[in-house]
């Protein structure tokens, strides 16, 4: 019987979060007849956590706490130390860092270790990066380490060629995945009335965090101009965040009263999104959200910032419409435009599930990356 492939995960946490719902979304639906997957994280598990260890899959925490550059050296070394020890004893054939200090940590831990295969997710735009030599450093150090780059837009991969300076033939564009069908849900009426909105009332929503590049102040100001026009319409702010106190605030300034409504992180996004009418992400950058993926998936027509890999995701006029960035007038008249027609937002809500299972389904991205660990270590053994 050939032995099943280990692979190691790193990353910072398991908390609730794109890449770290992708991760569990992958590690879980690998064939556990081929590969044996392990999760590591770097500070604290958090709540996914449970989902791996219900799946029988190992999760290590290292507790390498406030990633700064000012931290004691000492602290430094000793947690990348722990990491080190960790992949010797575990000798998996393939790391796979996700995130910026999962990426880089994890990569200078699995060379020193002499691991065969080394790959690194870049899940989002490095903005973060620029003009931060000491990032860019440490970055293209561990570039020099990591056998393949991986994108999961061809605008992340544009990116990291711009900033990190890496040769083109050393990234792979592999999209996000999810498993549609737990978003092609029918309309919750109680779950409408659980939250105090009145039979037939419009509904729009943003499913995102409450960080300031996800541009909610944006769409807060284009929810004067809604109102106008549809005055029964009620919005939906779903997530939560350091932001959430503020943009609060910012709602009751805009005179914006009842119809807003901050719901904080749920656990029931899909019922949440067959709720709505109209799906908007407001972003001022993104690489390649699995928000709007998940509201295709649901029939739900998108209104998206033309940012990022949002383009690769949502096609304009078939699945949604697409507006600049940090332009509150522009998401108006796109939001009202689908609010006042029906039949529009049902043609884009069919184009938008279709898109989603022929491009970006879980299965496709688990077959792809099985495929990938495997071709890796094939040409690794073949060094």
């Given at each position: 019987?050939?032995?099943?492939?280990?692979?190691?995960?790193?990353?910072?946490?398991?908390d609730?979060?794109?890449?770290?719902?992708?991760l569990?979304?992958?590690?879980?639906?690998?064939?556990?007849?081929?590969?044996?997957?392990?999760v590591?994280?770097?500070?604290?598990?958090?709540?996914?956590?449970?989902?791996?260890?219900?799946?029988?899959?190992?999760?290590?925490?290292?507790?390498?706490?406030g990633?700064?550059?000012?931290?004691?050296?000492?602290?430094?070394f000793?947690?990348?130390?722990s990491?080190?020890?960790?992949?010797?004893?575990?000798?998996?054939?393939?790391?796979?860092g996700?995130?910026?200090?999962?990426?880089?940590l994890g990569?200078?831990?699995?060379?020193?270790?002499?691991?065969?295969?080394?790959?690194?997710?870049?899940?989002?735009?490095?903005?973060?990066?620029?003009g931060?030599?000491?990032?860019?450093?440490?970055?293209?150090?561990a570039?020099r380490?990591?056998d393949?780059?991986?994108?999961?837009?061809?605008?992340?991969?544009?990116?990291?060629?711009?900033?990190?300076?890496?040769?083109?033939?050393?990234?792979?564009v592999?999209?996000n995945?999810?498993?549609?069908?737990?978003?092609?849900?029918?309309?919750?009426?109680?779950?409408?009335?659980?939250l105090?909105?009145?039979?037939?009332?419009?509904?729009?929503?943003?499913?995102?965090?409450?960080?300031?590049?996800?541009?909610?102040?944006?769409?807060?100001?284009?929810?004067?101009?809604?109102?106008?026009?549809?005055?029964?319409v009620?919005?939906?702010?779903?997530?939560?965040?350091?932001?959430?106190r503020?943009?609060?605030?910012?709602?009751?300034?805009?005179?914006?009263?009842?119809?807003?409504?901050?719901?904080?992180s749920?656990?029931?996004?899909?019922?949440?999104?067959?709720?709505?009418?109209?799906?908007?992400?407001?972003?001022?950058?993104?690489?390649?959200?699995?928000?709007v993926?998940?509201a295709?998936?649901?029939?739900?027509?998108?209104?998206?910032?033309?940012?990022?890999?949002?383009?690769?995701?949502?096609v304009?006029?078939?699945?949604?419409?697409?507006?600049?960035?940090?332009?509150?007038?522009?998401?108006?008249?796109a939001?009202?435009?689908?609010?006042?027609?029906?039949?529009?937002?049902?043609e884009?809500?069919?184009?938008?599930?279709?898109?989603?299972?022929?491009?970006?389904?879980l299965?496709?991205?688990?077959?792809?990356?099985?495929?990938?660990?495997e071709?890796?270590?094939?040409a690794?053994?073949?060094?």
């Amino acid at each position: 019987m050939t032995p099943r492939i280990k692979v190691c995960y790193v990353i910072g946490t398991l908390d609730v979060g794109g890449a770290e719902g992708q991760l569990v979304q992958l590690v879980t639906h690998l064939d556990p007849n081929r590969f044996e997957p392990i999760v590591c994280c770097l500070s604290s598990s958090g709540p996914q956590a449970k989902t791996l260890e219900a799946a029988g899959i190992r999760v290590k925490v290292i507790g390498f706490h406030g990633f700064r550059f000012r931290q004691h050296p000492r602290e430094v070394f000793v947690r990348l130390a722990s990491l080190l020890r960790f992949i010797r004893q575990e000798r998996p054939g393939v790391v796979h860092g996700f995130l910026f200090w999962a990426y880089i940590l994890g990569t200078y831990a699995a060379w020193l270790a002499r691991i065969p295969v080394i790959l690194a997710s870049r899940r989002s735009l490095g903005n973060f990066k620029e003009g931060k030599n000491p990032y860019l450093r440490m970055e293209r150090l561990a570039n020099r380490m990591t056998d393949l780059i991986l994108a999961n837009s061809q605008a992340v991969k544009q990116d990291v060629i711009r900033q990190e300076r890496v040769a083109p033939s050393k990234i792979r564009v592999i999209y996000n995945g999810i498993d549609a069908s737990r978003y092609a849900l029918p309309t919750d009426p109680a779950l409408r009335e659980s939250l105090g909105i009145p039979a037939g009332a419009p509904i729009v929503g943003v499913i995102a965090r409450l960080i300031d590049y996800k541009g909610h102040r944006f769409f807060l100001e284009a929810c004067q101009g809604i109102r106008r026009r549809n005055p029964a319409v009620t919005f939906l702010l779903i997530g939560d965040g350091p932001d959430r106190r503020e943009l609060e605030e910012y709602a009751c300034t805009l005179g914006l009263g009842r119809s807003v409504r901050f719901l904080g992180s749920r656990a029931d996004i899909p019922e949440l999104l067959s709720l709505l009418d109209v799906a908007v992400l407001p972003s001022l950058e993104e690489g390649f959200p699995n928000a709007v993926l998940e509201a295709m998936a649901g029939a739900r027509p998108v209104v998206a910032s033309r940012v990022g890999g949002v383009p690769e995701a949502v096609v304009h006029g078939q699945t949604g419409l697409l507006v600049p960035p940090s332009d509150p007038p522009a998401l108006t008249d796109a939001i009202n435009c689908l609010l006042n027609d029906a039949g529009r937002r049902t043609e884009m809500g069919r184009m938008g599930q279709k898109r989603v299972s022929a491009l970006f389904s879980l299965s496709r991205l688990v077959g792809e990356m099985e495929a990938l660990y495997e071709e890796r270590l094939n040409a690794a053994g073949h060094k």
